[in-house]
């Protein structure tokens, strides 16, 4: 039987349907190589939950409560409220980006907000950059894709920040794009088995945040401090999806 790395992170996350958790859960018992590769994955998210338990044990942050609350009161779906976590620091480091991932993940209450209908504008930017609708200043597929140093340099060139294309190989993600606009830029990324990633990036509006966001299949993540502003979109599972963001959060600066 065939089982995919992110079936595997899937599993692990308890995301995969009842049935195919079962066909997966034989595979690993009969694959010792595939067992292995779960086993590797559990480690580094128990190394993970180990290192951040201080962050997952305090209490969740009177404002974040207050929002929750609020949009409770607001009439949001109880079983699907909308959430945002905000992290009100200067230059938010990657251990804190992932961290507050952790923090809800870890508690049990994991508050996955639907897409807002009123998305701000980096989402809606990063939204129409996904679906090719925002007119890109130019484009780079394939062949076409420029080397490390000229990719980086167009990436610096439209943001007008000090970034690079992050390598996310070590995850299973190879770069297979690039499109620049006016102020900001996209990545795209496929796996072997041809899935998708983005990743948009431009200056930031100033506020920093941290926002995990789903609609139907696709996990959203956007990050902003005082300098970057990004998004992350992919139809993947959560815990993947933190592992994703934080490597690229730690890939992306210079």
């Known amino acids: 039987m065939s089982v995919s790395q992110e079936e595997i992170s899937a ?9 195919r958790r079962a066909e997966v859960a034989a595979a690993l018992a009969a694959d010792p190589a595939l067992a292995a590769r779960a086993a590797a994955y559990r480690r580094d998210q128990a190394s993970f939950a180990a290192a951040l338990a201080p962050v997952a044990a305090a209490p969740l942050p009177a ?15 109880r079983a699907a409220p909308a959430w945002r976590g ?28 639907l897409w807002p209908a009123g998305a701000d504008t980096i989402l809606r930017e990063a939204d129409a950059a996904r679906r090719g609708t925002r007119g890109a200043v130019a484009m780079y597929d394939g062949d076409a894709l420029p080397a490390a140093a000229a990719r980086d340099a167009m990436l610096r060139q439209a943001t007008g920040l000090a970034v690079r294309a992050p390598d996310l190989s070590r995850l299973g993600w190879q770069l297979a794009g690039l499109e ?50 990004a998004v992350i979109m992919g139809d993947m599972a959560a815990g993947e999806m933190m592992r994703v963001a934080g490597l690229a959060y730690a890939d992306l600066n210079l």
């Open 86 to 113: 905000r992290l009100q620091h200067r230059r938010m480091a990657p251990v804190w980006a992932i961290a507050a991932c952790v923090t809800l993940l870890l508690g049990g209450g994991v508050l996955w907000g």
């Open 180 to 229: 620049t606009y006016r102020g900001a830029a996209e990545l795209r990324y496929r796996n072997v088995h041809g899935a998708a990633l983005t990743l948009y990036v431009r200056r930031s509006a100033g506020t920093p945040r941290f926002d995990l966001l789903r609609r139907g299949t696709l996990r959203v993540c956007v990050w902003q401090d005082d300098v970057v502003g």
């Open 63 to 77: 404002a974040w409560l207050a929002r929750i609350e609020a949009a409770v009161q607001a009439g949001a779906p």
């Open 11 to 19: 599993f692990i996350d308890d995301e995969l349907p009842a049935g």
